[in-house]
């Protein structure tokens, strides 16, 4: 039986692909589709030092993770969505995500595309004079007005669901009123690390919020340790201050004299002088 013949290239690019899966501790899934040539450059040209961005034929790239020893590395296999692509870095995964999603840019949606997202159009005036517009508006279901000769819209209104396809009239609205419901950059659909398989949902981590927890936990963590008397590098020397004045003002309150207190013990004994003498009526010839 004569074998099939496979072209040299081919088998070039699984050796490839194999060793750099081999190579790399950290292995993304991204999807091309819908990423013009223009930001595409522009993404490989941000990753340059940090990551490496191969893409071939999905059948390939599948015989390549077959040929990798990797745990679980075969998992990779079911995430190649649309037009895949394989990043290979040494970079933390929640690093990678928070690169590519800066690097992400608003887009307008054009007809026969998937609405990522709920798209909305919000309420709020428009550049629309009246006119037949409040028509199309309305055959959304968009409730709109005039104000100071211009349309405006009057509440907030979901134009189209999530995994919807937009047609060529509401694509067109849309680009109209401004709504730019598309983020053109690398889609990362997974990352693959130490065996397991990271999703976005895992990896979209809203960074300021976790700062601020960390922020939050660690003022706690400072106050549980000064109302502990529990001495660290950072609260020793506030432990020491408070331990000082709670001292004297013990020393104070037991009359005991030293060279911090003389002064305040007889202030204060002039104070409750004053104030038996004024209680007795006593006073001064």
């Not at 961005?53 to 020893?69: E, G, N, P, V």
């Not at 983020?183 to 601020?212: F, M, P, R, S």
């Not at 020793?236 to 104070?252: F, H, P």
Request: aromatic share 4%; proline share 4%; charged share 25%.
């Amino acid at each position: 039986m004569k074998m099939a013949h496979v072209a040299e290239y081919k088998k070039e690019t699984v050796k490839t692909f194999t060793k750099l899966i081999d190579e790399y501790p950290i292995i993304g899934v991204v999807n091309m589709n819908n990423l013009p040539t223009k930001q595409l450059q522009k993404m490989r040209e941000n990753l340059r030092n940090t990551v490496i961005l191969k893409m071939t034929k999905k059948r390939l790239i599948k015989i390549a993770i077959d040929k990798s020893k990797k745990p679980n590395i075969q998992l990779l296999k079911d995430k190649l969505k649309g037009m895949p692509a394989i990043l290979f870095t040494k970079e933390n995964p929640f690093a990678l995500y928070s690169t590519l999603k800066k690097n992400k840019s608003k887009a307008p949606i054009s007809a026969g595309q998937v609405a990522p997202n709920d798209i909305i159009v919000s309420a709020g005036k428009t550049n629309f004079s009246p006119g037949p517009v409040i028509g199309e508006l309305g055959s959304f279901g968009i409730k709109s007005g005039v104000e100071n000769g211009k349309i405006a819209i009057k509440e907030d209104k979901v134009v189209a669901k999530e995994g919807v396809v937009v047609n060529a009239k509401l694509a067109g609205l849309l680009q109209r009123l401004g709504v730019e419901p598309m983020e053109i950059g690398l889609d990362l659909v997974v990352v693959y690390e130490n065996g397991e398989i990271l999703t976005k949902t895992v990896l979209d981590i809203d960074e300021d919020a976790y700062k601020n927890e960390f922020q939050t936990a660690a003022r706690m963590a400072f106050n549980l340790a000064i109302n502990a008397a529990y001495p660290t590098q950072e609260t020793i020397k506030l432990l020491i201050q408070k331990a000082a004045l709670e001292s004297k003002a013990l020393a104070i309150e037991a009359n005991i004299l030293t060279d911090e207190t003389v002064g305040l013990i007889l202030s204060k004994a002039q104070r409750e002088a004053n104030a038996l003498k004024s209680k007795a009526n006593i006073t001064d010839n």
